[in-house]
């Protein structure tokens, strides 16, 4: 069966829906075969989007036309520093307003937002204005990646692709995520990543459907990139290998202190995005006036500007000196925020990293061992609990780096920043911008309790039938005795043919012919009876009867023998609240079974 289907066969009544660890079909093939073209595209999108950023920012701040990469340490303070970010900022405000207004942030709160709420389209236009704006914010100064644009962007290709073919929402989800993964896969070489962040923030399900095509655009990105990039991590760091247990303990508090940060840093940014909402001017020229502080912050620290790869790889081999990690981290976190919550286009994974990286570093000059160890647990640390996808951070800075040792560290540090947000903030820094518009996002993953519930389990066994071959005037008058609302109606075998309620006691009531009073002809197995009667079977799952129910618009379903076909019970829409109540109370309900005085429990 595909997944979603009903899984009801209503021409002879059955339920033909076979149960299984997952649902998938053929269609799994299809989308794992479009993946191949989606993560080409998306691997081909980040090549374009680095180039085109590194570009304008060459020709921006050193007046070269070319794509060979250089440090905006090398930039020269003036005026210019604070003049190119607040005329970026005009052209992408520019560029929203009269394009697309969809450019605006960093890419992934709108990636999202097009899942749960736009049938997983997005439109040519979103598709060639991200990564143009995003070259242009970037590369005039803004204090961003490029991460969360491709990832847009990537994404942007994936749905356009999928928008040819006759394909559900769902598998527009699952190509629309497979782009995005490619894309990340393209700028950082980290496809396990880039996976993990597809289950723990884009895909809203665990299925095969979903989880292989965008393993299958993943690995696809990654064997182009070679070609496209070079191979390797992108920050090679061998470190000092495995921490000691003692470690572990130092991994845990870089991790409280990355929750606290980010924390610290979710709340001002929008406390800052209030600011700008209440401004008395039209919201195209934010970014201009966030380019002002982008531009101020750049005299202070240029190397706060721009994407700062530099500056992380400066972290993790310890090439600064404290002072200006203190001034990185202070600077690029304040233009960062100002940026951000103006509206213009760059993404959060890098400025992350740096931040992170840097209160890492800071923490680790105090600590035993080399500072750039401790910049890495912080940067994995800040990932994971920003973006409130730990396994994502941990694995993350592995690829980045090729530091395998140093994975369970980054573990306890990832999981324990997830911890501190997650008990501090309702939402991340992400879901936020995506509730202020209206919408609600719920992350926490588990089983769908109809699907472990049998309908044995739920069902009513004691039912009161109606004969089929019942008269229509006695059925009238059980009917209106008013014990029950709804009767099955069954023949001769007790095999159920229909159902008869109060409405059609009405009805058979003002047939009565008003000469002699005579009551309607015939029985109600002549009136109810339906050949394509749907029903269930005890050993179906509760979910196959909600979908049977909303297939059919009914809101009881007769449950029958396997085999004989005979009633064996009613399945009514209260029952399905029970199987909820019964989850509630598990979740809530707490016991202790040992150490415990009184009755113990049977």
Same mark, same amino acid.
Request: net charge positive; glycine share 12%.
């Given at each position: 069966m595909a997944d979603g289907s009903t899984g009801a066969d209503l021409a002879n009544g059955r339920s033909t829906r076979q149960l299984a660890d997952f649902r998938s079909d053929h269609r799994l093939l299809l989308l794992a075969g479009m993946a191949i073209v989606v993560g080409t595209g998306g691997a081909l999108a980040a090549w374009l989007l680095v180039q085109l950023i590194t570009l304008v920012t060459n020709l921006v701040w050193f007046g070269a036309v070319d794509t060979v990469t250089r440090p905006m340490a090398l930039a020269t303070p003036g005026l210019w520093m604070v003049a190119a970010p607040v005329l970026g900022g005009l052209v992408i405000g520019l560029m929203a307003r009269f394009g697309s207004e969809? @450019?605006?942030?960093?890419?992934?709160?709108?990636?999202?937002?097009? @899942?749960?709420?736009?049938?997983?389209?997005?439109?040519?236009? #979103?598709?060639? %204005?991200?990564?143009?704006s995003s070259a242009i914010s970037i590369g005039t100064g803004g204090p961003f990646g490029a991460e969360g644009p491709v990832i847009m962007t990537g994404g942007a290709i994936g749905s356009l692709f999928a928008q040819f073919f006759h394909l559900s929402a769902a598998e527009r989800k699952t190509l629309l995520v497979a782009g995005a993964a490619a894309g990340m896969t393209g700028i950082f070489g980290?496809?396990?990543?880039?996976?993990?962040?597809?289950?723990?923030?884009?895909?809203?399900?665990? +299925?095969?459907?979903?989880?292989?095509? #965008?393993?299958?655009?993943?690995?696809?990105?990654?064997?182009?990139?070679?070609?496209?990039?070079?191979?390797?991590?992108?920050?090679?760091?061998?470190?000092?290998?495995?921490?000691?247990?003692?470690?572990? %303990?130092?991994?845990?508090?870089? &991790?409280?202190?990355a929750g606290l940060l980010s924390t610290v840093l979710t709340k001002l940014l929008y406390g800052l995005e209030d600011l700008f909402e209440h401004l008395p001017i039209h919201w195209m020229w934010w970014p201009a006036l966030g380019g002002i502080v982008v531009g101020l912050g750049g005299l202070i620290e240029p190397r706060a500007l721009g994407v700062g790869y530099d500056v992380i790889g400066d972290l993790l081999n310890g090439n600064l000196a404290l002072h200006a990690v203190l001034l990185i981290l202070v600077v690029k976190a304040a233009i960062w925020l100002v940026a951000l919550s103006s509206g213009t286009s760059g993404g959060v994974l890098a400025?992350?990293?740096?931040?992170?990286?840097a209160m890492g570093w800071l923490a680790g000059y105090w600590l035993p061992g080399a500072p750039g160890v401790w910049a890495l647990l912080g940067m994995a640390a800040m990932l994971?609990?920003?973006? +409130?996808?730990?396994?994502?951070?941990?694995?993350?800075?592995?690829? %980045?780096?090729?530091?395998?040792?140093?994975?369970?560290?980054?573990?306890v540090a990832t999981t324990v920043a997830y911890g501190v947000t997650v008990l501090l903030l309702r939402r991340s820094m992400l879901t936020e911008k995506i509730a202020r518009r209206g919408q609600h996002?719920?992350?926490?993953?588990?089983?769908?309790?109809?699907?472990?519930? +049998?309908?044995?389990?739920?069902?009513?066994?004691?039912?009161? #039938?109606?004969?089929?071959?019942?008269?229509? &005037?006695?059925?009238?008058? @059980?009917?209106?005795?008013? +014990?029950?609302?709804?009767?099955p109606v069954v023949d001769g075998d007790n095999r159920p043919v229909g159902f008869v309620s109060r409405a059609d006691a009405l009805r058979w009531l003002r047939e009565i012919t008003l000469v002699d009073g005579r009551q309607p002809d015939g029985t109600v197995g002549e009136r109810v009876s339906d050949a394509s009667l749907p029903v269930l079977h005890p050993g179906d799952v509760v979910s196959q009867a909600v979908d049977l129910m909303l297939s059919t618009d009914q809101g009881r379903l007769a449950v029958t023998d396997p085999v004989s076909g005979q009633l064996v019970g009613l399945l009514t829409r209260k029952d399905l609240l029970q199987v909820r109540a019964t989850l509630v109370q598990a979740e809530g309900e707490r016991q202790a079974f040992f150490g415990r005085t009184g009755p113990k429990p049977a």
């Open positions: 969809k @450019i605006r942030g960093h890419g992934i709160p709108e990636a999202i937002e097009a @899942i749960i709420i736009g049938g997983s389209r997005m439109s040519p236009k #979103v598709a060639v %204005l991200k990564p143009i980290t496809p396990v990543a880039a996976v993990l962040l597809a289950v723990e923030l884009l895909l809203f399900e665990w +299925r095969p459907r979903s989880f292989i095509p #965008v393993v299958v655009a993943a690995m696809v990105a990654i064997a182009w990139r070679p070609l496209l990039f070079g191979a390797g991590p992108l920050f090679p760091f061998a470190g000092a290998g495995s921490l000691a247990v003692w470690g572990l %303990l130092g991994a845990a508090a870089i &991790g409280v202190g400025p992350l990293l740096i931040l992170g990286g994971g609990g920003t973006m +409130r996808a730990p396994l994502t951070g941990a694995l993350f800075a592995v690829e %980045l780096t090729g530091n395998l040792a140093l994975l369970p560290s980054l573990l996002i719920t992350r926490e993953y588990g089983v769908d309790p109809y699907e472990l519930t +049998r309908v044995g389990a739920v069902m009513a066994r004691n039912v009161d #039938v109606l004969q089929a071959d019942l008269s229509v &005037g006695r059925a009238t008058q @059980i009917l209106e005795a008013g +014990r029950h609302r709804f009767y």
